[in-house]
């Protein structure tokens, strides 16, 4: 019966999600209020069905209904009880199911919180947002659906994977759709106002918010899944340049540009054109991004059992949505006009630069992930692209990205002295060179790259503190969005010291040991305790102790593990770490020997690698102030106040 | 400056970091492409020389020898294969008879040295490259004997 009624509830979403992309866009193109205003109760609707359609299929999971094909693939009765919650996104149907009803709150989040905007303009952007639902309904019904029942009714179910029982799995895969989908609101809010031709500073006003809290949450759910990757997976790596990653880091490079752009468009009007492109951009590769990751046309981490039939049907949606806002645009924009006008040393222009080097940063970083599929579309070769052609082409690129962010904020809207800017930027170029020349010898060897890395993250928290030195006594009064950009920008100081360190001067060694032996790794000495056998709840493990000492005294106890879920015949290898503010300590355990004595480990000794998510989480904290900054909500009020009166 | 020359400096500095953008992209693709092969175009001389590439196929049933951190096996597409030396830990699901994906280099012996060893991580899952390399030595003889 459950399964029935979620079905239902899925049919009565799809047909409201075709009433909100008709009605309220009519109404708005027609001045018909009545139709317009139907836009926000019909956004309410959706997301209540889709919500109980989510939660009767949690209540199969969790009653374990195995005639329901998607439950019997996804779980099993050993399995604890939270996976069994969040294994509702463990599969292709399920996750979809996540990204339908993580934009139904988004869309009624939208709907409740645009009191100030202009009807039309809320209308017509709920519809866009309708549209973008109703394609993912049908493909979710027609090629995904959860609710399929299994004849015969199976006895168990399978396993989830046990690389996906993490507390990774738990918050990863939604902070990750919140920022995908997030930038629907900021897509449909852009098509909106070109559909309307209102686009003025007010509306980047009003985008501001939104696109920032969407940016906030793909950075928290990028890093996340990072960290993941970094505690499982056992290589001890925290980012491969695989194809998936490079698919949610798309968008957040396009969401990075458009946010830097936007601050033009509200500040001075300019750039107008070239910020709407960049919203519909953005959108466009978080469809990309679910495309790559659900079609399996992939080989990464990433891809497990997939159906191509659902990959076109998925490319079909990418390519009318794309389509649909590339011909508004080229229809619409000419109507943009220009804004205000700036000297070639302004804060524009480094605005300016940044955005070109973040697109082309998307650009250089799309074409690697992309190339292989093309290549092998069209002529069947068969090759990879690797972490070195990304690092070659990223890193050059965010060379200047960084020495401009340390003067942007310091540079004036409009014009700029550039000798007077050079003034107040001497010490911090001094003290950079200087600082980051110290670290590198205290860390261990002068290398040219760790120096410019560390240089990189000195030289951003340099112009910081030049910034707010400028402010004086009034420092206590910047308003929040300053804040939130100082602390933004100490995110990527803090992040680029951290990979710089951990890139430069880890240690890492693979080793053979039996019970009572050790290892040597730099200055660390890692002691090879022994093995002992554990349960946990759905599997047994062999638990290694290895204790890291140095000089004889103890740092930390790691105790990787091989586990042997009971519902699959495969060994998990499940790593030991030891988080530290200076060095993070890192051991996974490999096979036993023929002796049943000896096995093989892999040890890392991995100084700074948390300054990377301390970093990512900085940027996202940064993001969350400026997002709350009183003037978004005080142009609000004024804004509600003047449409108001606008009748009368 | 007049508004002309302001807008040929901004498109200019724009022009360049494209170009110099676009040349570090074909240059680094021009060095870090990683082909790959199966073990038949391997026996055939296809294999790049001097250049790292990927070899796929199956682990050869019964060739997995393990001498401390040493690992020596088969990778098989079922019509020819390719012995491979690797050091260090292997992934979880490698396993004789599964699907793998090796990349490195050959040696004037026809050895190949891998530095990364990749294999399916779902019980469903094969490396794409992997099923390739089969399905490819396969389908030639399934067309002789339609023949």
Not at chain 1, 460 to 485: K, S
Not at chain 1, 511 to 533: C, D, M, N
Request: hydrophobic letters at 55%; a positive charge.
């Amino acid at each position: 019966m459950i399964p029935e009624l979620g079905q239902i509830a899925l049919l009565l979403a799809l047909a409201t999600s075709v009433v909100l992309g008709v009605l309220p866009l009519w109404g708005a193109a027609r001045g018909q209020v009545p139709w317009m205003a139907l836009a926000r109760p019909a956004a309410y609707v959706h997301l209540a069905l889709i919500a109980v359609a989510y939660a009767l299929l949690t209540a199969s999971f969790v009653q374990l209904d195995f005639s329901v094909a998607y439950v019997a693939e996804n779980t099993n009765r050993q399995l604890p009880l939270v996976y069994r919650v969040v294994g509702v996104w463990g599969g292709h149907e399920g996750s979809l199911l996540l990204w339908q009803l993580i934009q139904a709150a988004w869309m009624a989040a939208l709907a409740r919180f645009s009191r100030s905007l202009p009807l039309p303009l809320v209308a017509r952007s709920l519809a866009v947002l309708g549209w973008i639902a109703t394609g993912f309904a049908l493909f979710v019904l027609i090629t995904s659906n959860p609710f399929t029942r299994l004849s015969p009714v199976p006895l168990d179910g399978h396993d989830l994977n046990p690389l996906l029982q993490d507390p990774g799995m738990v918050v990863h895969p939604p902070l990750l759709y919140m920022g995908y989908v997030g930038f629907a609101v900021a897509f449909a809010l852009a098509l909106g106002a070109l559909l309307g031709c209102r686009l003025d500073a007010a509306w980047a006003r009003w985008m501001r918010p939104w696109t920032t809290v969407a940016w906030l949450f793909l950075t928290l759910g990028i890093s996340v899944g990072s960290l993941w990757a970094y505690q499982v997976l056992g290589w001890g790596g925290w980012w491969f340049w695989d194809p998936v990653e490079n698919a949610s880091f798309l968008p957040w490079l396009a969401g990075t540009a458009l946010i830097h752009s936007l601050a033009v468009t509200d500040k001075r009007g300019a750039f107008r054109a070239w910020t709407v492109l960049l919203a519909l951009l953005t959108f466009s590769l978080s469809l990309l991004g679910t495309f790559l990751v659900r079609s399996g046309v992939l080989s990464s981490v990433h891809a497990f059992a997939t159906d191509p039939q659902r990959g076109l049907a998925l490319l079909l949606f990418l390519a009318v949505v794309v389509g649909v806002a590339l011909a508004v645009y080229a229809w619409r924009a000419p109507t943009l006009g220009l804004g205000g006008r700036f000297a070639p040393v302004s804060r524009e222009t480094v605005l300016l630069l940044n955005n070109v080097l973040l697109v082309v940063a998307v650009a250089s970083v799309g074409l690697g992930t992309l190339y292989p599929l093309v290549l092998d579309a069209l002529t069947g070769a068969k090759i990879s692209v690797g972490p070195p052609y990304f690092e070659q082409v990223f890193v050059p690129l965010m060379l200047p990205l960084v020495f401009l962010l340390g003067i942007g904020p310091l540079a004036r809207w409009k014009e700029t002295e550039l000798p007077a800017l050079a003034r107040r930027l001497r010490w911090a170029a001094g003290l950079s060179v200087a600082s980051a020349v110290g670290m590198a010898w205290w860390a261990g060897q002068l290398s040219f790259g760790a120096v410019l890395g560390l240089w990189m993250g000195a030289w951003i928290l340099c112009t910081i503190a030049t910034d707010m030195g400028g402010h004086g006594r009034r420092l206590g009064q910047a308003p929040r969005a300053l804040w939130g950009m100082w602390l933004a920008h100490a995110g990527v100081a803090v992040f680029a010291v951290g990979v710089t360190m951990v890139g430069s001067y880890e240690l890492e060694r693979d080793a053979e040991l039996s019970a009572g032996q050790r290892a040597e790794l730099g200055p660390y000495t890692f002691h090879f305790r022994g093995v002992r056998e554990v349960l946990g709840p759905n599997y047994r493990a062999a638990q290694a102790w290895v204790e890291v000492t140095r000089d004889g005294e103890p740092l930390a106890q790691l105790y990787p593990e091989k586990r042997l879920y009971a519902s699959q015949d495969t060994s998990f290898t499940e790593p030991a770490v030891v988080h530290g503010p200076l060095r993070d300590f890192y051991a996974s355990l490999g096979e036993v020997q023929a002796d049943r004595a000896t096995w093989t480990l892999r040890l890392h000794v991995k100084p700074f690698v948390s300054w990377i998510w301390a970093g990512t989480l900085l940027m996202a904290l940064g993001g969350g102030l400026a997002a709350s900054d009183r003037r978004y909500r005080v142009a609000q009020r004024q804004a509600a106040a003047s449409t108001v009166q606008e009748p009368a | 400056m007049t508004a002309r020359q302001r807008r040929f400096a901004v498109v200019v500095a724009v022009l360049l970091t494209v170009g110099v953008a676009a040349a570090l992209v074909l240059y680094a693709l021009r060095g870090e492409i990683v082909f790959f092969r199966t073990p038949t175009q391997v026996l055939a001389g296809e294999a790049p020389v001097g250049q790292a590439f990927r070899l796929g196929g199956l682990v050869e049933e019964g060739s997995v020898q393990r001498n401390g951190l040493q690992v020596r096996f088969a990778i098989t597409d079922t019509a020819q294969r390719v012995s491979v030396v690797y050091q260090g830990l292997l992934p979880d699901l490698f396993r004789e008879g599964q699907g793998v994906v090796a990349q490195g280099r050959l040696d004037a012996q026809g050895l190949f040295h891998a530095q990364q060893v990749l294999a399916k991580h779902d019980e469903n899952y094969m490396p794409p490259e992997a099923s390739e390399a089969v399905s490819r030595a396969v389908r030639p003889s399934v067309e002789e004997g339609a023949r």
